[in-house]
């Protein structure tokens, strides 16, 4: 599937964090005046700035992905991509879509050592610059026989407090139930469920994740007598107001293990024509009609969890 993309979506995404905040760089620097463990920086918009990692942000999204998927089991699965055993890196499928199919849930999404990610974020950068704050705090390690500080194990670290980024994260050739796990996931970091970065378990990582637009595109889609026709692709064509994963959009959805009635209707928005007279994209950028799509999407997830066809 990777040759081809019948659909793809992208979130317009807002993070800020609630309290202190730390992704660390990856090495400490020369300079003996700054903090032993500092924030990631890089040059954005002409100078230096802290910015959010996309791996890092990437990483987050699918640790959590997987455990959701581990948590309600059923038709969703996921592998231990850490383990040279896992059984998605073991898979020696040469027919690509056969070993799509036998790929665990959380590896179509996010990728595995045999094949490539639907998933991808970009660096979040700052949206005001002027906005972000960053301070200084110290802490000791502890030694965890006797509970009390080790000698001289004093370090500092540098934490933002205040500031906000934004980022896009894209999904291509979708299923809506593999949306759905995106949007469970995006949730739960903004209600401050799970955090990102340094020092979790000592309340730094929380974090608020807005979603502020959601495009549902299908590149070689056309709108006629209002409907949407995939050119060239002998499927039915259907409403402007449609939401269609990949397995309705394709004719050869079993072999990958589409669910091939994979669609929905939503009130409020339609598919637009691109200016090229090619490509159609249904854009989500009411509050309330972001909420009803992740709705939708999450009761294709249920069903594929129980089984359930869509």
């Not at 998927?69 to 996921?78: C, M, S, W, Y």
């Not at 094949?115 to 974020?121: D, E, G, T, W």
């Not at 799970?194 to 979790?200: E, R, S, V, W």
Request: glycine share 8%.
């Amino acid at each position: 599937m990777h040759k081809r993309m019948v659909n793809q979506a992208k979130i317009d995404i807002t993070i800020s964090p609630v309290g202190p905040l730390l992704i660390k760089a990856s090495d400490q620097g020369a300079d003996p005046t700054k903090p032993d463990m500092e924030f990631v920086e890089t040059y954005h918009g002409g100078d230096r700035s802290v910015y959010l990692p996309g791996s890092s942000l990437k990483g987050a999204i699918r640790a959590h992905c997987e455990r959701i998927v581990r948590t309600v089991g059923g038709k969703v699965t996921t592998c231990d991509p850490l383990s040279r055993n896992s059984e998605c890196k073991k898979l020696e499928e040469k027919n690509s879509a056969s070993l799509y199919k036998k790929t665990c849930t959380i590896c179509q999404i996010f990728g595995s050592t045999n094949i490539s990610a639907r998933a991808n974020i970009a660096d979040a950068y700052p949206v005001d610059p002027s906005e972000i704050k960053l301070e200084e705090r110290n802490g000791v390690a502890i030694d965890r026989i006797y509970g009390s500080a080790v000698g001289g194990a004093l370090f500092n670290f540098q934490v933002m407090t205040d500031g906000a980024f934004t980022t896009k994260m894209q999904l291509k050739n979708f299923t809506t139930a593999q949306l759905a796990l995106i949007a469970l996931a995006i949730r739960d970091f903004d209600e401050q469920r799970i955090g990102i970065g340094f020092a979790k378990s000592r309340g730094l990582g929380q974090v608020n994740m807005k979603v502020n637009k959601v495009q549902i595109h299908y590149p070689t889609a056309v709108v006629e007598d209002d409907k949407v026709r995939m050119l060239g692709n002998p499927v039915d064509s259907f409403g402007t107001n449609v939401v269609a994963g990949a397995g309705k959009l394709i004719k050869d959805a079993d072999a990958y293990g589409f669910p091939t009635s994979d669609t929905f209707n939503v009130d409020g928005v339609e598919a637009k024509t691109d200016a090229f007279g090619i490509g159609t994209t249904l854009t989500f950028k009411d509050e309330t009609h972001i909420t009803e799509l992740w709705r939708e999407c999450v009761s294709n997830w249920s069903k594929m969890v129980d089984g359930e066809e869509q």
